[in-house]
């Protein structure tokens, strides 16, 4: 069964007199099963950040609809959308986004706190996490106290610790260098590798060879799309990078 | 090229108009405040009044006040806008300006805002100087009209004060932008997020400052110690303030956080967190609100007191229209007493006076020193201090009759009656080594003669002695320690009234040589009133001054609080809401944070003023005020008020707040 369903969804952005209209998504279609590693990639301004928006249901799409679990997010009531997307989604930045008020444990523990679980159950749950993420040691620490890779581990810790539906990433590499990229796609992978659904955006074309599928979305529509098959990720790799040559070239030509 | 900068700076303060335009209205406001106080005080017509001075001396001492006011008030205003500033000036220098071009614009910014402050202050002061003036006038009971004028030396003070000091925060601001590099001047708004160490030490000492302060206030005793305590008092009640907001907070919210159950709920989790990180922020911030808070309150509360007591105490200060001590070396005898009183008679038949109410009585007063039931000379023994200080007052029998308006038994030879603040249990009494026998305690109705002499000395080292006749009296007398007591009232308006005492002036002067005293000493309630309504009038006139100009301080410093509050927030809300947290869950969470800051303050300041109450309470009897209901009703009804206001500029200044959190 599929996880998460895109059905028709369409984007237009207004500007505030109402004048200029702007089509950030138009007709677009896809779903993603349980358990895949799914990235998707596109050019800037092809629509990425709209439509993880939409998914994330911090954004309505103007038409269309998104079924998570077989339920319709534009059914859900305004009331109750930020308790479903604490207790479904979770959702790691490019710029990592950890509170600075809070030590890297009070970050990882906030949607549980949100969600009025006990302190025992908080710390039980918050072991194995930083255990196999490797920031035990840093817990105390504060955001500006660590290194951007270590503040993504901990932020990939908090996605992960509401045991989501879905992890949605948007550019999740993009802060960081190519040592602390690879540590983290190594865990994405290690987290996918236990069962965990995950959507990427991105423009690396490195992070997006670690993805079981790559989608490619261009003025708003899913324009093609790869699976891994049985391609190491280096194969994988130069069939991404064929394709967007043929994308950018469709383009011009 | 100059224009470019001086452009350059008119956008620049376009730009930042969320920090300028308080800080531009904060300098006219000041400007106007401190021309105002200086045109007033240096008004000619002011010197030739009256000529008691206390009005002038209260109005010099408005003037320093406001100028250092401005001064204080206008620097931390702006090192706050420099703080939010950093930012933009670093990418200036980013982008390729050099730090002399970046000076040449900050120059020019500070041309602009002085030009503007010191402009509209003087025009806005030129227009209001007379209504507040007539203002004054009307407090303290000043006929005089007031003429349209400007003054000269009040503009040119202004523009020379606030001149050296924009020049002073424009080197601070050159020195500021020097010292940083571009990086931590790009850092700069962000800088310092490590969060607060609990200090414990710095905590206590506070916590022992306040501590102190209170229990000094509380236990005082008598007005003397009260005056002497008062500042040491207020300086550790200050100091502990401080201390309270900066470290015993922190402390507080660090043993919260510790308690694992308690800080990890949703409501406590976000509260306590954020709360530390406020409290680091703002602090001292919070921390002059509710010291200004205080002084505010104290400020108008005991100036209003004073103002409508003014009748009250002068009717309690002087029972009598017209009240005088003459000094005698022993006991007049019949004749004189008789003379004086038909000089009196025909001083008010000449002035066409009728005297409703006349008495007369005669006491002796010596300085003694108290101890047990003997009485010595305080002179003595030279020795003692100002502790050792008693007073002996003794009068006759007939006198204490009049005063207790009853008759009482007759006195033994050598007998007398004691009356004194405690029970007076000893039989016998010595009194410059004369045993008497006490008879019994004596009792004054209302409020014994001179009876603030027992709150002065704050002890029970007053005594009085009743003897049977004036050959007893005599006894006591030392030269000019014989005091003949007059009280009169009268009718007539409050010209006539005047023009009565300058004629009993008169007589009692020509009379001295006849009669053989030295020394009068004469009170008159129509005199008595004018000092006293310029005095308090003048008070309440500075109270109400300084305390508007207090406020203005609170208020800007409330603004900008929840300003930069709005901007380190905006961002931080953001991201909760990004992990589920519903807006609902953001704006209450916010509320409480709100309400605490905003309630933190102003409790503590009340808190203050309640434990200050005691000290206050004996303080104001040295400007004649007893009247206690009258003081607690104006400090509630001055806390009250000042609540309002403060309330009403915490939700006008959380309006620009949440429009910063939820863009
Ligand atoms: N709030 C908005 N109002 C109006 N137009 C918007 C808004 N947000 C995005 N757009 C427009 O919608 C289109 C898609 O933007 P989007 O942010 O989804 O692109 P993106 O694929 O995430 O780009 P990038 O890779 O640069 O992040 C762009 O043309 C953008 O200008
Ligand atoms: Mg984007």
Known sequence: MSILEVRNISKIYTTRFGSAKVQALSDMNFSVEEGEYAAIMGESGSGKTTLLNILASLDKPTGGEVLLNGKSLTMIREKELSAFRRDNLGFVFQDFNLLDNFSLKDNILLPLVLQKKAVSEMEERLEPIAERLGITELLAKYPYEVSGGQKQRAAVARAIITKPQLILADEPTGALDSKAAAGLLKVFREINGDGQTILMVTHSINAASHANRILFIKDGEVFHQLYRGNLTNEQLYVKISDTLTVLSQKTKG | ???????????????????????????????????????????????????????????????????????????????????????????????????????????????????????????????????????????????????????????????????????????????????????????????????????????????????????????????????????????????????????????????????KKYYYQTAHFITVSGMIYRMKRNATGLANICILSTMVLVMISTTVCLYAGTEASLQNNFPREINATLYFDSVPDDAAQEYLREQIASVAEEQGRKMTHVSYYTDAVVVTHNEANA?????????????????????????????????????????????????????????????????????????????????????????????????????????????????????????????????????????????????????????????????????????????????????????????????????????????????????????????????????????????????????????????????????????????????????????????????
């Not at chain 2, 009971?141 to 020379?160: D, K, M, N, R, Y």
């Not at chain 2, 030879?413 to 080594?433: H, M, Y």
């Not at chain 2, 009379?511 to 053989?516: D, I, N, P, V, Y």
């Open chain 2, 1 to 259: 090229m100059n224009t470019l900068y001086c452009r350059l700076a008119m956008t620049n303060l376009k730009n930042n108009r969320q920090f300028y335009l308080p800080y531009i209205l904060v300098g006219v406001v000041s400007a106007m405040m401190f021309y105002i106080m200086r045109a007033i005080q240096g008004n000619k017509g002011i010197d030739a009044m009256r000529g008691y001075g206390t009005l002038k001396i209260v109005l010099f001492l408005g003037v320093i006040i406001v100028g250092l006011c401005t001064c204080i008030f206008l620097f931390y205003t702006n090192s706050f806008v420099m703080k939010r500033r950093k930012k933009e000036l670093g990418v200036y220098n980013i982008l390729g300006m050099e730090k002399k071009h970046i000076a040449k614009v900050m120059a020019w910014e500070a041309v602009i805002l002085y030009g503007v402050s010191v402009g509209g202050g003087l025009v806005f002061g030129i227009l209001f100087h007379k209504l507040v003036a007539m203002f004054l006038y009307h407090l303290t009971g000043l006929a005089e009209s007031i003429p349209f004028s400007v003054s000269g030396w009040g503009c040119l003070q202004t523009i020379e004060l606030f001149g050296i000091l924009y020049l002073v925060m424009l080197c601070y601001n050159f020195f500021q932008v020097k010292l940083a590099n571009p990086i931590a001047l790009l850092h700069g708004t962000y800088a310092g997020e490590r969060e607060p160490k609990a200090n414990w030490l710095f905590a206590g000492l506070g916590v022992g400052c306040i501590v102190t302060g209170y229990y000094l206030a509380l236990t005082v005793y008598g007005v003397i110690e009260a005056v002497n305590m008062f500042f040491v008092a207020v300086l550790l009640v200050i100091a502990g303030t401080y201390a309270l907001f900066i470290s015993v907070s922190i402390v507080v919210l660090k043993l919260l956080k510790k308690n």
């Open chain 2, 375 to 663: 009485v010595e000379r305080y002179d003595k023994n030279a020795s003692y201090g100002f502790s050792d200080m008693g007073m002996l007052y003794v009068m006759t029998k007939e006198d204490y009759e009049l005063y207790v308006g009853e008759p009482i038994d007759e006195l033994e030879q050598g007998g007398v009656l004691v009356a004194s603040l405690t029970d007076f249990l000893w039989d016998t009494i010595t009194i410059f080594g004369q045993n008497y026998t006490v008879e019994g305690q004596a009792v004054f109705p209302d409020d014994a003669p001179d009876g603030e002499m027992t709150d002065f000395l704050g002890s029970t080292n007053v005594l009085y002695v009743i003897v049977a006749d004036d050959d007893a009296l005599n006894r006591f007398c030392v030269q000019d320690q014989v005091q003949y007591h007059i009280g009169i009232e009268t009718d007539g308006t409050q010209a006539e009234r005047k023009a009565f005492v300058s004629a009993f002036r008169g007589m009692v002067e020509d009379c001295k040589a006849q009669l053989g005293f030295a020394t009068g000493w004469i009170t008159s309630r129509v005199e008595q009133q004018e000092i006293y309504l310029e005095m308090n009038g003048g008070f309440l006139f500075l109270g109400l001054f300084l305390g508007s100009m207090f406020l203005m301080i609170t208020v800007l410093i409330i603004y900008y609080k929840q300003i930069s509050e709005g901007f380190e927030d905006r961002e931080r809300f953001a991201i909760m809401t990004k992990v589920g947290m519903s807006r609902d869950m953001v704006k209450s969470a916010i509320r409480t944070q709100m309400r605490m800051v905003f309630f933190l303050p102003i409790t503590v300041a009340v808190v203050h003023l309640a434990m200050a109450f005691p000290m206050l309470k004996l303080m104001m009897q040295i400007f004649g005020l007893a009247n206690v209901p009258l003081f607690v009703g104006c400090l509630i009804a001055t806390a009250a008020v000042f609540a309002v206001i403060y309330f009403i500029v915490f939700r006008v200044t959380s309006g620009s707040y949440y429009r910063l959190v939820y863009r």
